[in-house]
């Protein structure tokens, strides 16, 4: 797992996702080993607590891969070295997708609101976000992802799971949209098993970091098809600028390539990129989200949102064990402002509430927002 900033002390407005079955109820490691005897070997006791050894990358990819399969009936694997997400941390930023998505805050793009899409950006070779989200809500996804490795082991991942594989598509954000495609995996692979077939993708080099001409793929303009539109896009990006900063923690092992890792600028770069593209495509999404790995990028991209004309910026923090990330989300959708009014109102006594005031809006707004409240209790 990449080092995240640790936690000294609880914050004030730190979050847990409380929707999330992990928050206050970590995973079972004997129980999952009784269970699942693929795992068995890498639980050990220290007194009467069943752990595992955070450091064996095998043992951190055993644990995602049961838990998927345990709690999401999610069948999943990926080659040796890449990424190997853990399971509470990226169903926190799910369900606080889902929050936002049933906040009404913004208003819908219109439709009967249960069809949900979401646009994952970098799903990696382990598809995480698309398989939990479509799992977890029936949501459909396009993922998308540049690299041989990834986009070959997120359609297998996706294939492996029949029973909803039809909610995901995987595109490939270097090939422009009219002809996006998938490579073929040929029929004599599907014979292998996933495992067997990870130990071969192990082995293929991407040419990322030997192609000095290397440009940057798209990120959402030139991924979005004409006329597509989404409910959501959310991304777990490069948080790094260079290999070395990235610097695996020491205490965990979850794999991570330098394309998984690493992009020019880091995290805030690649977040700028999305939020410029985001002002081109406006309320075609209507939600814009993105995780970040440190707090202080969150000032600089806050201000470029409004500088590019959003109507709602919201943050959270992500907290999970001892590591925390932020999730930064805005909107280019009109606020649905409602007037929350007390439940009983007493005729001559009214209070009332207004919710999503931004700054920028005037007096005079919010006085007319006044005068619709008492309009429409037929005060005036
Ligand atoms: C940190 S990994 C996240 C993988 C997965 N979503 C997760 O949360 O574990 C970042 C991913 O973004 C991909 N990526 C980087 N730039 C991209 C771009 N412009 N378009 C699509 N994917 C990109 C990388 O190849 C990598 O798979």
Redesign the pocket.
Known sequence: MRSGKKRARSEPGSTKQPRSKYSDNPPDFASLASLYPSFKPFVFFSGSRARIDWTDYNATRELTRVLLLHDHGVNWWIPDGQ?C?TVPN?SNYIHWINDLLSSGIIQSLGGDGSKVKGF?????A?C??PLLGASLFGWSFVG????VV?LEWAEKNVQSNPHFSDLIEIRD?KVPPQCSSVPEVENTEREKTIQEEAEISATVKSDYHDNKSFI????LLGVVKENETFDFCMS???FFETFEEAGLNPKTSCGGTP???V?NGGEQAFVSRIIKDSAVLRQRFRWYTSMLGKKANLKLLISKLWEVGVTIVKTTEFVQGQTSRWGLAWSFMPIARKIIAPPVVKKSVLSFMLECIKRQYSAVDVLQSVEEFFKSYCCI
């Open positions: 990424l997400p990226r994952d950006i970098g799903t990696g382990n995480i976000y998308s992802d540049f690299t990834a954000s940057e793929p798209a990120v777990n990006p490069p394309e998984e890792m992009c």
